[in-house]
């Protein structure tokens, strides 16, 4: 089983919303038993809430199921999960930062939108000081670059739909 890990800071925002969306789509391509998704953050500041209600206003709109609480990322999760993705830059560093806390490696740390061709940006923006129309922004964000990390991961690991 391939296990991916979506990193954002606050753990209440990008990362559950990329992890029910990549769920959402390995169901609908009958690839839930290949995948198991999680999500977490850098920061300590929301540990077990649920999402933002903004982001659970999103994902109902786009018929997208999240069941969440937030946690922050730990070693074991570095240790555990074959992908970890970041949000941004910040967060990124945050991981790398705790890799050298505990002198571990991971190999498979990217940024969601590495996978996108030719994103307008790199970093996955954080809506939680903005709008609603900040959300449906990540959202779309989301779910374009969750299609590009999935066919990069069919072919990196030979999975045939």
Do not use: W
Request: proline share 4%; with cysteine.
């Amino acid at each position: 089983m391939i296990k991916v890990l979506f990193v954002c800071l606050g753990n209440i925002c990008r990362s559950p919303l990329a992890e029910a969306v990549f769920n959402h789509k390995i169901k609908l391509l009958g690839l839930k038993e290949k995948f198991m998704s999680d999500s977490c953050g850098t920061s300590d500041y929301h540990i077990g809430e649920l999402p933002d209600e903004r982001t659970l206003v999103c994902a109902r709109r786009h018929e997208i199921q999240i069941h969440h609480r937030a946690r922050q990322l730990n070693r074991v999760d570095i240790r555990e999960f074959d992908y970890l993705i970041a949000m941004d830059f910040s967060n990124k560093k945050n991981i790398q930062n705790l890799m050298n806390c505990f002198n571990m490696e991971h190999n498979q740390i990217f940024l969601m939108r590495k996978f996108q061709p030719n994103p307008d940006h790199i970093e996955v923006p954080d809506p939680y000081y903005g709008g609603d129309d900040g959300f449906e922004n990540v959202y779309h964000i989301l779910d374009n670059s969750v299609d590009h990390f999935l066919e990069h991961l069919k072919v990196e690991h030979n999975i045939y739909v």
